[in-house]
C-alpha cells in the first residue's frame, strides 16, 4: 500500500531556533499534501494544504511565516518551524493525496516536537 | 463552519461485545466519510470510508450512513482489546478541489478483557 515516510519522529530543540520536518511518499506520487497539528488529547487541526510546485494555502491563525511550507516535487513535503517557541510544541502529521484518488489519504507518522 | 461533532467517551465495552461509535456533521452537502483510529503516540490510521446511504461492512467493522440525518456511524463487532484506541471521525466536503477532511475530536473506546 501507499506510504508516506515522515521524519524525524521526534526532536527536541531550544527556543528560537528553527526545526525542518520532512514527508516523502514512497510508491506514489503525492499531489495534494496536509499538514496537520494535534495537541494532547485534541483532534487534528488542519495547518495547511501544499499542491506540488503551488504556494501552501493557510487555514485561518496560522502564521505561514512561521510555519514554511515547501512542495517542490510529486514525492517530497516540508514544513520548517521557524523561531520556535514553547507553545509550538505539538504532534506535527502530513497527510498525502495521490491524484486521482479522493478515499482514505496516507498519513505519516507525525513528529514529536518540544520546544525547551 | 464546518463542523465534526463526535463524544469524547471513553466508551468502554467488555471484550467480545459490539462498540458503537457515533458521529454527526453539520455541512449538509458533504460526500465522503471516513473512520480512522489513533493509537496514543501514533498517527490516524484508515479504517473505513463511505460514501453512500446505507451499511458498509470490512471484517468485523460496520460503517453506516445517513445523509438524511446527517449522522455516521462505526460498529466494532467481537470487540477486542487491541481494538481500544481514539476513533476519529472525518468528513470530505464536496466540489471541485475539495479535498480537504474536517476531524472530529474523537472517541477513545476501552476494550475491557
Known amino acids: 500500500g501507499a506510504v508516506v515516510s515522515q521524519h524525524p519522529s521526534w526532536v527536541i530543540c531550544k527556543s528560537g531556533t528553527s526545526v525542518k520536518i520532512e514527508c516523502r511518499s514512497l510508491?506514489?506520487?503525492?499531489?495534494?499534501m496536509f499538514w496537520y497539528r494535534q495537541f494532547p488529547k485534541q483532534s487534528l487541526m488542519l495547518m495547511a494544504t501544499s499542491n506540488e510546485g503551488s504556494k501552501a494555502t493557510y487555514e485561518q491563525g496560522v502564521e505561514k511565516d512561521k510555519f514554511l511550507i515547501n512542495h517542490a516535487s510529486l514525492t517530497l513535503s516540508t514544513l520548517t518551524v521557524t523561531s520556535a517557541h514553547p507553545e509550538d510544541s505539538s504532534f506535527y502529521i502530513c497527510?498525502?493525496?495521490?491524484?486521482?484518488?479522493?478515499?482514505?489519504?496516507?498519513f505519516g507518522s507525525g513528529t514529536r516536537l518540544t520546544v525547551v | 463552519q464546518k463542523e465534526v461533532e463526535q463524544n469524547s467517551g471513553p466508551l468502554s465495552v467488555p471484550e467480545g461485545a459490539i462498540a458503537s461509535l457515533n458521529c454527526t456533521y453539520s455541512d449538509r452537502g458533504s460526500q465522503s466519510f471516513f473512520w480512522y483510529r489513533q493509537y496514543s503516540g501514533k498517527s490516524p490510521e484508515l479504517i473505513m470510508f463511505i460514501y453512500s446511504n446505507g451499511d458498509k461492512e470490512d471484517g468485523r467493522f460496520t460503517a453506516q450512513l445517513n445523509k438524511a440525518s446527517q449522522y455516521v456511524s462505526l460498529l466494532i463487532r467481537d470487540s477486542q482489546p487491541s481494538d481500544s484506541a481514539t476513533y476519529l471521525c472525518?468528513?470530505?466536503?464536496w466540489g471541485a478541489g475539495s479535498y480537504q477532511l474536517t476531524f472530529g475530536k474523537g472517541t477513545k473506546l476501552s476494550v475491557i478483557p
Open positions: 497527510s498525502a493525496r495521490e491524484a486521482g484518488i479522493n478515499y482514505g489519504y496516507t
Open positions: 472525518a468528513v470530505r466536503g
Open positions: 510508491d506514489f506520487q503525492a499531489t495534494t
